[in-house]
Antibody
Framework: QVQLVESGGGLVKPGGSLRLSCAAS????????MSWIRQAPGKGLEWVAC????????FYADSVKGRFTISRDNAKNSLSLQMNSLRVEDTAVYYC?????????????WGQGTLVTASS | EIVLTQSPGTLSLSAGERATLSCRAS???????LAWYQQKLGQAPRLLIY???YRATDIPDRFSGSGSGTDFTLTINRLEPEDFAVYYC?????????FGQGTKVEIK
């Protein structure tokens, strides 16, 4: 069965860095775009970044452009999000999701989320 | 950026009633790229509908989606106790991918 498992969240001071990982299994990872989505406490869903199936193309929300970097390793079925210059407003649960753009299927699978807290 | 506006913000209904949720886009969307999600407290979102009207795997047929262009609707017939949750629409055809702000369906 499809599984997405995030890790790497935690408490970090504003201005600091954190790297999130997402381990994928149960599907052909290299056939799918992947996205990161976040949800601040008590708020709605905010798309953060997306990467093409080959890893050659990336897209970012304006709120994180220049600070966050999405990457993937298809040989290891893994997705990453490098977060630099973190701000208080980046505090959220971060989800990885299988992006169904190519298959016209929506975000069919999500991880359980990992909490990032940027606070002094 | 395509802005999605959901209405109402909160829907207060009783079990057994029908829920009608609206999602309006700031510009026309290819309906192939419109999805609806359900989220319960403390859980990841769950895909209900993709392509505006196709139910995802294992989604009960009381959930249905419709619409085109800029106006889309999620209908939940005969609300079950487990359906009380927050619902989001999303477009995934362009970047930035965008979500509506959500509609909370609560018990009346």
């Amino acid at each position: 069965q499809v599984q997405l498992v995030e890790s790497g969240g935690g408490l970090v001071k504003p201005g600091g860095s954190l790297r999130l990982s997402c381990a994928a299994s149960g599907f052909s990872f290299g056939d799918y775009y992947m996205s990161w989505i976040r949800q601040a406490p008590g708020k709605g869903l905010e798309w953060v970044a997306c990467i093409s199936n080959t890893g050659r193309t990336t897209f970012y929300a304006d709120s994180v452009k220049g600070r966050f970097t999405i990457s993937r390793d298809n040989a290891k079925n893994s997705l990453s999000l490098q977060m630099n210059s973190l701000r208080v407003e980046d505090t959220a649960v971060y989800y990885c999701a299988r992006d169904g753009w190519m298959q016209l299927r929506g975000f069919e699978y999500w991880g359980q989320g990992t909490l990032v807290t940027a606070s002094s | 950026e395509i802005v999605l506006t959901q209405s109402p913000g909160t829907l207060s209904l009783s079990a057994g009633e029908r829920a009608t949720l609206s999602c309006r886009a700031s510009q026309s969307i290819d309906s192939s790229y419109l999805a609806w999600y359900q989220q319960k407290l403390g859980q990841a979102p769950r895909l209900l509908i993709y392509g505006a009207s196709y139910r995802a795997t294992d989604i009960p047929d009381r959930f249905s989606g419709s619409g085109s262009g800029t106006d889309f609707t999620l209908t939940i017939n005969r609300l079950e106790p487990e359906d009380f949750a927050v619902y989001y629409c999303q477009q995934y055809g362009t970047t930035p991918r965008t979500f509506g702000q959500g509609t909370k369906v609560e018990i009346k």
